[in-house]
């Protein structure tokens, strides 16, 4: 099984949130590349949760992918703020997996503290100028990570 991490806003959905909904559809991913890594994913992949924008920014959680990507239904809603124009039911554009809760972690992992892992140096988290909402992780990392959550 493939390894991924995903970022969210805290104030548009934090783990508190997903917590709560036990569920979720990651819907609104406007990126190609990052649309393609949503398309890859299978179902009882483990998914690290990042917030973005937020302080600090932090890996703050881990889902699983429930359900592989499907057309996402928001590039169809023309109230959505991610309506697209181009895509049609024949012919979607945009893919959402949805994603189970599994857990929060006890204590936030810093991107600074990630920063000063240095197995960790080669994440894409952490390459200069990485700003891709959806990113693959290696299992060394996700260890990693995992043991340094605990």
Known sequence: MTKWLVKTEESVYSIDRFQSDKKTV??????????????????GDEVLVYHSNSD?????????VRLTAFADPS?????????DPKASKEAPRWFCPEF??????????????????SDLKGMVLLQRGSRLSVQPVTDKEFTLILKLAE
């Open 56 to 64: 600090p920014t932090a890996i703050v959680g881990l889902a699983q």
């Open 75 to 83: 590039q169809f809603d023309p109230k959505s703020e991610f309506f």
């Open 26 to 43: 990651w819907e609104g991913v406007r990126n190609y590349q990052a649309r393609n890594y949503l398309r890859a994913m299978q179902k």
């Open 100 to 117: 189970g809760f599994v857990k929060k972690f006890k204590r936030p992992l810093s991107l600074e503290h990630l920063k000063g892992q």
